[in-house]
Nanobody, 124 residues
């Protein structure tokens, strides 16, 4: 069983920054894909960013391109989401996903495990 522990959420003013972290408990998934999704209240879950562990290839939603950066730390088996120039519309619960690199990275069904989520609130 893989456990994902997210941290780094909080309350920030518009224009501010936060860095989310997602640490995976199992060392048996070093080559799996990691993704971040978010869900605002009353809305569907949406893709934010993904990274392929083996080659570091990244994908971003258009709404966060140029503002968010996904990265990884091999030694810590941790993926990060650096969020800059935050906007009120970025307010959501952010979830970390892990899965084999198969299927579209933008679909949560392509992933096998999900973290508990961390709340990000951006005030105007």
């Amino acid at each position: 069983q893989v456990q994902l522990v997210e941290s780094g959420g909080g309350l920030v003013q518009a224009g501010g920054s936060l860095r989310l972290s997602c640490a995976a408990s199992a060392r048996t998934i070093p080559t799996w894909r990691r993704g971040w999704f978010r869900q605002a209240r009353g809305q569907d879950r949406e893709f934010v960013a993904a990274i392929t562990w083996t080659n570091g290839f990244t994908t971003y939603a258009d709404s966060v391109k140029g503002r968010f950066t996904i990265s990884r730390d091999d030694a810590k088996n941790t993926v990060y989401l650096q969020m800059n120039n935050l906007k009120p519309e970025d307010t959501a619960v952010y979830y970390c996903y892990v899965g084999r690199p198969q299927g579209p990275e933008t679909a949560p069904e392509s992933y096998a495990y999900r973290g508990q989520g961390t709340q990000v609130t951006v005030s105007s």
